[in-house]
Each structure stands twice: as structure tokens, then as C-alpha cells.
């Protein structure tokens, strides 16, 4: 009997375990604010994965004659393109831009350079801001102008939003964005610095330094 009842005890725990081990946990939802949750988790992913654009920023410097950036033959690459760029403008890719870079004034005292921007993400770039900004301090000595638009009336010089068409992919538009400045340069300056800033919504802020050494050579 006593190992009877030891066996009906130790039976009755087992079944008294098993019976609590399946009762179900009550479980309380509160859709509004599971959905609101669920907004936020999906609004974090997509933020995560959002493209974002990049470019990458060439140089053609010459004077009046130089129109735009040109290169010569059927070339896919954009630094490629700027290596076989029309002469007589001098071209750098941004790897092969020079520190400082010789710019040729001539007689007249100024140049043009031209900014040669390449949209090398795979999305389309909506209508980015950009600057070019005097960083030396010589205010009056060096000053900046839209092409033909000479002598320029301050050291800063902005293409707005509003003015610039969107950025397609390299890919696509296999070709570049211009921007062309004109440099008026006092007979007293030897070099100067200037910087260059472009940005949009999807483009992060991107700015280059670039240091000038001035020539004063007849141009062929």
C-alpha cells in the first residue's frame, strides 16, 4: 500500500505539472499602438536603406574660348573622359587634381574655370545647390563671376536650386554638369585658395579645398 501511495502521489504531481505546464498565457493587444509600432520599425528600415547619391568632381580650366567640358571619342568612364578632354583646356579628374594647381590669367587677369560634376550613384540627383567660395581672405584681390559676367562683385558665387536641372546617373546620361566660374585675379596675387561646396537632398554635403598658383603667360 505505502508504494501504492507513493506512486498515486508521484502520479498526481507528473499530472498536476502537466496541467499547469498547458494552460495558455493570456496574452493583451492593443492594436493602435501594435500599428503605430510597426509604422515606426518600417519608416527605421526604409530610412536605413535609402539610396543616397555621390558625385565625383572634375576640372577643364582655359579662358573665353572654353564653352563647356568636350572630350574626344566614345569613352564610358568619366575620369577617362576628362583625361581625353578637347585641348587647349586643361582637364583633372578629382584623383588628378594637382596641389596648387597652375592657372593661366594671361594679360586680360582672369580665366575660366569650369566645375565638372559626374553623378556616379544610380540616383537621380534633384536639383543640388552649389557654391564657390574665396577662402584666402583677399576679398577685393580675387573675385568670382558667372561666365561672361566679368569682373564679378564678391569673393562667393552661387548656382541656386532653382537654376540647376537634376543630376541623372553617369550611366545614363554619360556625360557631366557644368558649372563654369570666371576667375578675375589682382596683378598683386601670387596664389590664392578657394573652395567648392555642392549638396542636395540625397546628396550629402560634399566640399573641396583647392589651392591656385597664378601664371601670366600669353595664351596660344
Known amino acids: 500500500m505505502a508504494s501504492s501511495k507513493s506512486d498515486e502521489t508521484a502520479g498526481s504531481g507528473t499530472a498536476q505539472r502537466s496541467h499547469i505546464a498547458a494552460t495558455p498565457t493570456a496574452t493583451v493587444t492593443h492594436p493602435a499602438i501594435d500599428t503605430q ?3 515606426a520599425v518600417q519608416r527605421a528600415t526604409e530610412k536605413v536603406y535609402e539610396q543616397v547619391g555621390s558625385v565625383a568632381v572634375g576640372l577643364a580650366l582655359g579662358d573665353d574660348s572654353l564653352v563647356n567640358s568636350s572630350f574626344v571619342g566614345d569613352i564610358t568612364s568619366w575620369e577617362e573622359q576628362l583625361r581625353h578632354c578637347y585641348k587647349p583646356p586643361t582637364c583633372y579628374t578629382e584623383k588628378d587634381i594637382p596641389n596648387p594647381i597652375n592657372i593661366n590669367i594671361g594679360p586680360k587677369g582672369w580665366a575660366r574655370v569650369i566645375f565638372v560634376v559626374y553623378n556616379t550613384s544610380d540616383i537621380v540627383i534633384q536639383h543640388p545647390a552649389v557654391y564657390v567660395m574665396g577662402i584666402t581672405g583677399q576679398d577685393a584681390l580675387v573675385k568670382f563671376s558667372r561666365a561672361d559676367r566679368r569682373p564679378g562683385t564678391g569673393i562667393s558665387l552661387e548656382f541656386p536650386p532653382s537654376e540647376n536641372v537634376d543630376l541623372v546617373p553617369f550611366k545614363t546620361a554619360m556625360g557631366a554638369y557644368d558649372f563654369p566660374v570666371d576667375i578675375t585675379v589682382d596683378n598683386s596675387v601670387q ?8 549638396f542636395a ?20
Open 191 to 198: 596664389e590664392f585658395s578657394l573652395g567648392f561646396r555642392i
Open 201 to 220: 537632398e540625397k546628396l550629402p554635403n560634399k566640399v573641396m579645398r583647392l589651392q591656385f598658383h597664378v601664371v601670366r603667360q600669353l595664351q596660344q
Open 37 to 39: 509600432v510597426d509604422a
